[in-house]
T-cell receptor, first 110, second 110 residues
Framework: DGGITQSPKYLFRKEGQNVTLSCEQN?????MYWYRQDPGQGLRLIYY???????QKGDIAEGYSVSREKKESFPLTVTSAQKNPTAFYLC?????????FGSGTQLSVL | GQQVMQIPQYQHVQEGEDFTTYCNSS?????IQWYKQRPGGHPVFLIQ?????EVKKQKRLTFQFGEAKKNSSLHITATQTTDVGTYFC??????????FGKGTSLLVTP
């Protein structure tokens, strides 16, 4: 079954802790993305990667980091520098037209 | 990134009524996409519009791209409870990264 898998579905972060959200795709897409969704704010772009070993900052990259060591994987680390991390995080991959989204990770702060 | 403004933020209709959401940009767009997110779900691609003045239909949904390629609309005829969700427009000037509007949340009462 082709698609995008995000894990975990729910994640809790303690003060000062870094956490990593997983995103894996088997669609053979070159491009992958991370978006943050807050209620009433739509989707805001955090990072994107057009090809392995390359990625670019989006509009709200501060406090986040990514890696793209494999075509299938694009993990997002929410660092302790991100002071307001509570949000719904969506990973996506893309043909040159549409985005395919994973089912998301809800991150909350303890 | 490319800014798109979407109105209204919320819309509550009776089943059978029509619904329209609008997406506006201050600059010319190369294309525009529409996505639907059901409550608790992830965004799903509906359509892409590319040409000036383009009109596309999907059953009860009609999508339009303005002549100046600065605005777009999604119209649903005779809403059903299955239409409930948030509708997003998204645009990019070029390249891979899409910027999303804040979305219009549609509630349909039976």
């Amino acid at each position: 079954d082709g698609g995008i898998t995000q894990s975990p579905k729910y994640l809790f972060r303690k003060e000062g802790q870094n956490v990593t959200l997983s995103c894996e795709q088997n669609l053979n897409h070159d491009a992958m993305y991370w978006y943050r969704q807050d209620p009433g704010q739509g989707l805001r772009l955090i990072y994107y990667s057009q090809i392995v070993n390359d990625f670019q900052k989006g509009d709200i990259a501060e406090g986040y980091s990514v890696s793209r060591e494999k075509k299938e994987s694009f993990p997002l680390t929410v660092t302790s520098a991100q002071k307001n991390p509570t949000a719904f995080y969506l990973c996506a991959s893309s043909t040159r037209i549409e985005l395919f989204f994973g089912s998301g990770t809800q991150l909350s702060v303890l | 990134g490319q800014q798109v403004m979407q109105i209204p933020q919320y819309q509550h209709v009776q089943e059978g009524e029509d619904f329209t959401t609008y997406c506006n940009s201050s600059t010319t767009l190369s294309n525009i996409q529409w996505y639907k997110q059901r409550p608790g779900g992830h965004p799903v691609f509906l359509i892409q519009l590319v040409k000036s003045g383009e009109v596309k239909k999907q059953k009860r949904l009609t999508f339009q791209f303005g002549e100046a390629k600065k605005n777009s609309s999604l119209h649903i005829t005779a809403t059903q409870t299955t239409d409930v969700g948030t509708y997003f427009c998204a645009a990019s000037n070029s390249g891979y990264a899409l910027n999303f509007g804040k979305g219009t949340s549609l509630l349909v009462t039976p």
